[in-house]
């Protein structure tokens, strides 16, 4: 095994990865989840205006979490590379251009439209570009958790770490990656989880990595469950009814009604992971709090994990929960 950072793992089984979407007014998902001033810059972006998203990124300044979950939704439109490409004719070595298009190639790649290698050339030309931002390492992330070695998610994710040590979408890509080593021992041993709460202890105390050790607990029923080690009920599994499971969960929702900075950009995707959890813990009390928050920002994951239709496993859960 490779020497690990601060935190990190190493081999992982043929399964998905992670994702994380909302839904729009259409049923359909929108990566965007509650973030209008995106979703305006991305259709300006597609009607071939630039000024939108220009200001977008100029205002979202050192915001690491909210720049990097900005520039993936951007990136994840098939017709992300040519705008950026556009925009970087009208303004050569602009680096949020530059920064989107390797994004973008990254998204190319993740869909097997693009050569790996170059996207991530272009992550490593964003970084020369901009030192201190760790969103292309983000995107060096992205692609070795989907199609890297071990060494590549280890040192891409301790690049992120060192310029942002908090990153949100950075952990949960590590704990997924993680999630797929083998387990050995009893169910409750695996050291994702051990990572997780390690990350959530030395995270400060508003940080929503408090919430990483149940995303490693549904990370793990994942596998299992594409292993076929657990059932596909994931309220029938006993996943979540171990001692261990059931303090993770009441901590992190006595957490999460405690939480005064509910302004993150990616909060919607731990709401959902949280409400699942509950759900499957057979808690619908607390879940339906959780579903009353969440809204119409329902996320494929972790909702995808236990039925092909994941925002009909949602809404069956949320009715549940609410008593209609």
């Known amino acids: 095994m490779p020497p690990l950072p601060p935190l990190l793992g190493t081999r992982r089984a043929p399964t998905e990865p992670s994702g994380e979407t909302a839904e729009d007014a259409t049923g359909a998902h929108d990566a965007a989840l509650d973030d209008a001033e995106l979703r305006t810059a991305r259709a300006a972006l597609a009607q071939g205006r630039r000024q939108a998203a220009r200001s977008l990124l100029v205002h979202t300044g050192d915001d690491w979490d909210r720049r990097g979950h900005r520039l993936t939704v951007l990136a994840q439109d098939p017709r992300a590379a040519a705008w950026a490409t556009d925009w970087l004719t009208a303004e050569p070595g602009s680096a949020d251009a530059t920064a989107l298009l390797a994004l973008a190639l990254v998204h190319r790649a993740l869909r097997g439209e693009e050569e790996p290698g170059r996207a991530r050339e272009a992550c490593g030309t964003a970084a020369v570009l901009a030192p201190a931002d760790p969103t292309p390492w983000l995107g060096r992330l992205l692609l070795a958790r989907a199609l890297g070695p071990e060494r590549e998610v280890l040192a891409a994710f301790a690049e992120l770490r060192r310029r942002h040590p908090e990153h949100h979408h950075a952990h949960h890509l590590l704990i997924a990656r993680l999630a797929e080593r083998p387990a050995g021992g009893r169910a409750e041993t695996h050291e994702v989880y051990d990572l997780a709460e390690l990350a959530a202890a030395e995270a400060p105390a508003d940080s929503p990595l408090a919430v990483l050790p149940v995303v490693a607990y549904a990370e793990r029923y994942r596998v299992l469950a594409a292993a076929g080690l657990a059932p596909a009920d994931p309220a029938a599994s ?87």
């Open 238 to 324: 006993g996943h979540w009814s171990g001692p261990r499971a059931r303090r993770i969960l009441r901590a992190c929702f006595d957490w999460w009604l405690e939480w005064e900075h509910d302004e993150h950009p990616r909060r919607h995707i731990d709401l959902n992971h949280l409400a699942f959890a509950l759900s499957c813990a057979g808690r619908p009390a607390e879940a339906a709090a959780l579903f009353q928050r969440i809204g119409a920002h329902a996320t494929p994951a972790p909702w995808a994990y236990a039925h092909p239709d994941p925002l009909a496993a949602y809404h069956a859960a949320r009715t549940r929960a609410l008593g209609h």
